[in-house]
Structures are given as C-alpha cells and as structure tokens.
C-alpha cells in the first residue's frame, strides 16, 4: 500500500496503478467482445455479412487494450493539468457587495 505522504512519488504510483487498471479493463472488455463474436447472427441473417463483420470486429477487440490505457491516461492527464493550473495562475476574487 502506498504511503500515506503526498507528493510526486505518491502521485506516480496512483498513476502506475490506474494504468495498470486500465490494461486489465480493456483486456476485459476485448474478451467480453471476442465472446460476444457468435451474436453476430442477430444483427444479419446473411452468412457473408456475418463473416465479413468478424475481422473488423476482432481487429476492435484488439484495440480495447489501447483505449483502456488511453482513457485512463486522458483521465491522468486532466487532473495533472487542473492541479498546476490551480496553483501557477492567480485566483481573482470578485467581491460583489462593494458595488
């Protein structure tokens, strides 16, 4: 478990471990959509439909490990820059009642 101090170590290993979520989620989801591959039978009653749909379809399977990274890694991202922006630009405080 990490420590409890914050700092650049700290923020580093939340990092590693929501990436690391993020791999697992996204190899998940790409099962879950290789599972999911006999259901195209649903969708067209045609044969040549459903085999030409089963390439793209794996092909997209595949790339659910990138996207699990890259929506965690946008998430990272965000916060990073919302937590400089905070500190490197000056608040303005606007007082209404001395109008």
């Not at 939340?14 to 006999?38: D, E, F, I, K, N």
């Not at 085999?51 to 997209?60: G, T």
């Not at 922006?85 to 007082?95: V, W």
Request: glycine share 8%; with cysteine.
């Amino acid at each position: 478990m990490a420590s409890e101090t914050k700092g650049p170590t700290n923020a580093k290993y939340v990092a590693s471990r929501l990436l690391s979520w993020g791999v697992v989620l996204g190899v998940c989801l790409g099962a879950l959509q290789l599972l999911c591959l006999p259901l195209l039978s649903l969708f067209s009653p045609l044969k040549e439909v459903q085999q030409a749909a089963r390439l793209p379809s794996v092909v997209a399977a595949a790339l659910q490990l990138i996207n699990g990274v890259v929506f965690i890694g946008e998430g990272i991202q965000q916060v990073s820059h919302t937590a400089l922006s905070s500190f490197s630009q000056p608040r303005m405080i606007r007082n209404d009642a001395n109008k």
